[in-house]
């Protein structure tokens, strides 16, 4: 098969990959850049544990090529938060026990981010309606609509404290 040299912008970073027509994206984030934060869990754009941000909108990343992802800027979990320095959904998730196995958890944080980018006010419903394309095997949800609902009432009381 043709391998192909893809470029893209990935957590503000222009990366170039050569890759095989065939081969998914999760895989070539994970596996040729590194970026093992966005998890592969069904592999049919089931469970959401793939997410990533693909030019403003949020992409279960096991249901593209990475050959569709050429020119196209990428966030994943890594580029959100890092271990010294959280996102304010990463610090929620992490006072409200948002997570127990930790499976899903990147690919949660970077849906909720989009979720609070496109509607920064969020009602439960809200919530829990944007992120019914991920699955969580262990928490039940509450505690990680609690997260994603007190990230969103801190990042608004932290714009309002600016202006
Ligand atoms: S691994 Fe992509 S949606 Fe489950
Ligand atoms: S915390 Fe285990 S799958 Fe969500």
Known sequence: ????????????EVQEVIAEPRELLIYVLREKLG??????????SHCGACTVDIDGKSVKSCTMFAAQAQGAEITTIEGLGSPDALH????S???HHGLQCGY????MITRAHRLLEENPDPTEEDVRIGMA?????????QNIVKSILSAAAEMNASKEAAQ
């Not at 098969?1 to 503000?12: D, F, L």
């Not at 304010?88 to 610090?91: A, K, P, R, S």
């Open 88 to 91: 304010v959904l990463q610090e």
């Open 104 to 107: 899903c958890t990147p690919g």
């Open 35 to 44: 970026m093992t934060g966005p998890h592969v869990g069904c592999e049919t």
């Open 133 to 141: 394309g991920n699955i969580c095997r262990c928490t039940g949800y």
């Open 1 to 12: 098969m043709t391998k192909q040299i893809i470029k893209m912008t990935v957590n503000g």
């Open 93 to 95: 998730f992490k006072e």
